[in-house]
């Protein structure tokens, strides 16, 4: 192994144990309350030696939400595969429900407010977990538009705006019952709510549809 090859691994690999460090810190205490100092306390490095490795706070909580989103997106990619596009637009909707239900670490980090960063102007993490969530997007628009080639989903709807609307929907729902200001509702009333949701939209898809 070169040095070259060296130095890049060893690169990657305090990246890595940055990342790690920074997603336990966050999911214990959240990203406004975790400070730089106790990032590169946590890794036994200088504030300095972790900004040569990500030079913004927020690049590094987009490296540490990147991984959620990688998880989305391959949970989607796996849905994807279901039967005719109204099929596997349900099943992306649950793909979208399960992961913020069952992993609610991520789910309070990404909805956290890191006040109003642009990921596309953050840096490389940012740009990445930018391209990510548009390749979410995409799976969705793909299977809303194999809807309306096979005949399950209406053909008047559009892709685009639908699957905006969909996942606009789905997160207000989600994070109204997440915000602090919650009433106490419980879990179950989410999942109704959830449920409800999914049901309008198969509704609004699949309207005068004829059923195969």
Known sequence: MGTSER???EKERKEQEIIDAARELFFKKGYT???MDEIAAKVELSKGAVYLQFPSKEEVYYAVV???MAIIRDDF???QKRGKGLAQL???GKAYIDFWTERSDYRRLMHEN??????????PQGRAYAQLAGECNEIMVRSIKNGIEDGSIRPDIQPERFAFCLSSMTDGILARTESKGWSGRDDRFREEMLSYATQ???DMASAGCVKK
């Not at 890191?114 to 840096?123: A, R």
Request: no cysteine; hydrophobic share 35%.
């Open 77 to 79: 990619l796996v849905a």
């Open 33 to 35: 309350a975790t400070s």
């Open 200 to 202: 309008i939209m198969r």
């Open 114 to 123: 890191i006040g109003g960063t642009n990921p596309l102007e953050s840096g």
């Open 7 to 9: 130095r890049k691994r």
């Open 90 to 92: 349900e099943a992306i």
């Open 66 to 68: 990147k991984g959620g």
